[in-house]
């Protein structure tokens, strides 16, 4: 373990002339006010299954939690399940319970509702910053820089020039390029070619939202954190099954804690491993780094994972 660096990071910062503001920030993330503690909010990327993306609902969950406590508090934590899918069709409510104000700590309980139901319920709690002598951390992996990485969509474009590339592959990568995610991904060992071979249950990419935040809102860089943080993560458990695929895949909780100051517009190392699966579930833990070392967040999520044995056939 090394010792944390308290200290501000050396962050190399992106530009707001040449970087458009994110989109999580003008429209994902920037929740309508009902009524006291009522929020809307609406969506903008929707997955190929059209349930709501998880980390869309805790990201805005976080949001409406944040609208209701101080400027000296910070997010430290927060407890989710995902008990109904999430509709596409129709926005969201986000309905906030003022569970305790204490004098170091605020609670705040959402229940995010659609159609009379709820979808998620979500307890979140805030801290003001103490110093503390007790400090550690572990160390983040060695890894390459983002610059000398491709994204997602560069390695996708690399995939489709090669000659032999099945049309099925063609068309499911093509269906890939569609997305309009509002972060960027670079992966850290990529697979050479569209076709993955068995590997242990651990991936890193680095990871930051398109577009710019700027500094000095340490809340809502943590709602941009809680939204990035559920995108990748349950499909670390298929990593050693590269002849089965999912055909229902949810996330069912997710937990995560904030540890240091960070920037969500900036490029951060996204560890996450799976460290258990069985009966059609998995465990996922992952920590979020800067890249100067600093453990910004970590976060563990339990998803249901159902899947079928892909034949060769079925392959091509
Ligand atoms: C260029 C960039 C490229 C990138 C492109 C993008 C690529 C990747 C995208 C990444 C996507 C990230 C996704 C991240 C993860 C998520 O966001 S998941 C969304 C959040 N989570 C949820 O929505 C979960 C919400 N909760 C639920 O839906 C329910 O709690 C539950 C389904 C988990 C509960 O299940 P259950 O109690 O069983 O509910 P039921 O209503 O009874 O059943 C639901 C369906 O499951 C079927 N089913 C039930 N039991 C079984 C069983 N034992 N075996 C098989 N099937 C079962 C049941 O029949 C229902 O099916 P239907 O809906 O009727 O088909």
Not at 275 to 287: H, N, T
């Amino acid at each position: 373990m090394a010792e944390r660096d308290a200290g501000e990071s050396d962050h190399t910062t992106a530009s707001p002339q040449n970087d458009l503001r994110s989109v999580l920030v003008t429209s994902v993330l920037n929740l309508e006010e009902l009524d006291v503690d009522l929020y809307r909010g609406t969506h903008h990327w929707v997955p190929r299954s059209q349930r709501l993306f998880g980390g869309q609902i805790v990201g805005q969950a976080l949001v409406a939690a944040a609208k209701s406590v101080g400027d000296n508090l910070f997010a430290h934590s927060l407890h989710c399940y995902f008990v109904r899918a999430g509709d596409p069709k129709v926005p969201v409510l986000y309905q906030v319970e003022r569970t305790r104000d204490g004098r170091s700590f605020a609670v705040r309980s959402v229940k995010a509702v659609q159609h009379g139901q709820p979808i998620l319920t979500c307890q979140a709690s805030f801290h003001m910053q103490q110093p503390s002598p007790l400090q550690h951390q572990f160390t983040m992996p060695q890894v390459p820089q983002p610059e000398d990485l491709l994204t997602v969509e560069e390695l996708i474009h690399l995939y489709l020039s090669k000659p032999d590339l099945a049309e099925k592959s063609k068309q499911g990568l093509n269906k890939l390029l569609a997305n309009e995610v509002p972060i960027e991904i670079k992966p850290v060992n990529p697979p050479h070619s569209f076709t993955r071979a068995a590997s242990e249950p651990r991936k890193l990419f680095w990871v930051r939202a398109r577009g710019h935040i700027g500094e000095g809102n340490m809340k809502l860089h943590c709602c941009v954190a809680a939204y990035v943080s559920d995108f990748a993560l349950l499909g670390t458990a298929l990593l050693p099954y590269p002849n089965h695929r999912a055909h229902f895949s949810a996330s069912l909780d997710h937990a995560m804690w904030f540890h240091s100051t960070f920037r969500a517009d900036e490029w951060m190392l996204y560890e996450c491993e799976s460290p258990w699966a069985g009966g059609s579930r998995a465990l996922i833990q992952g920590r979020l780094w800067r890249r100067d070392g600093v453990l910004a967040a970590s976060c563990s999520q339990e998803g249901v994972l159902r899947v079928k044995e892909v034949t060769e056939s079925s392959k091509l």
